[in-house]
T-cell receptor, first 112, second 109 residues
Framework: TAGITQAPTSQILAAGRSMTLRCTQDMRHNAMYWYRQDLGLGLRLIHYSNTAGTTGKGEVPDGYSVSRANTDDFPLTLASAVPSQTSVYFC???????????FGQGTRLTVV | GQNIDQPTEMTATEGAIVQINCTYQTSGFNGLFWYQQHAGEAPTFLSYNVLDGLEEKGRFSSFLSRSKGYSYLLLKELQMKDSASYLCAVMDSNYQLIWGAGTKLIIKP
């Protein structure tokens, strides 16, 4: 099974441009998450969704938006990218919010 | 504020045992997770503790003391493939995971 898939794997983006990072899971998990991982810092939660149709803000939501129209997909949009959004982005899912999370392979984003 | 502390880097010898510590201060507690992350890859789940005590899973064991806000991950019979970062994460009262910065474990032959 594919598990959880992210696209693209990497991207170089001009500052001020918009971009959507895609995330799809085939495990029928209720909860999904977007994290960013920066050198020397722990994973930081951007947005989450505990079930289809609902979303919530994490620790660092500014500059990002998400939607959860169905169980499988959880796209992350940067409306107007800034260099500080250069990071590795991980999408994850779990059956329930308090269970083991499965991670996608990550998207390495560079904003120049 | 919420805080997870773990050593930045540790070095150990192949075949030996290593203990990676994690201390935490969070608003509420709904369990502690350990994940392994090889360089350039995604984190993968290792263990989950919600009650005090030791959980053993093959070469890896995880311990929790809620009263002390402390956990450790014990890796036995170290192999070169165990070279990775080990991430400690605590689930707070809102069921949000708070992550430590990770401990990079270097295994030497």
């Amino acid at each position: 099974t594919a598990g959880i898939t992210q696209a693209p794997t990497s991207q170089i983006l001009a500052a001020g441009r918009s971009m959507t990072l895609r995330c799809t899971q085939d495990m029928r998990h209720n909860a999904m998450y977007w994290y960013r991982q920066d050198l020397g810092l722990g994973l930081r939660l951007i947005h989450y969704s505990n079930t289809a149709g609902t979303t919530g803000k994490g620790e660092v939501p500014d500059g990002y938006s998400v939607s959860r129209a169905n169980t499988d997909d959880f796209p992350l949009t940067l409306a107007s990218a800034v260099p500080s959004q250069t990071s590795v982005y991980f999408c994850a899912s779990s059956a329930e919010p308090n269970t083991e999370a499965f991670f996608g392979q990550g998207t390495r984003l560079t904003v120049v | 504020g919420q805080n997870i502390d773990q050593p930045t880097e540790m070095t150990a010898t192949e075949g030996a045992i290593v203990q990676i510590n994690c201390t935490y201060q969070t608003s509420g507690f709904n369990g502690l997770f350990w994940y392994q992350q090889h360089a350039g890859e995604a984190p993968t789940f290792l263990s989950y503790n919600v009650l005090d005590g030791l959980e053993e899973k093959g070469r890896f064991s995880s311990f929790l003391s809620r009263s002390k806000g402390y956990s450790y991950l014990l890796l036995k019979e170290l192999q070169m493939k165990d070279s990775a970062s080990y991430l400690c994460a605590v689930m707070d009262s809102n069921y949000q995971l708070i992550w430590g910065a990770g401990t990079k474990l270097i295994i030497k032959p």
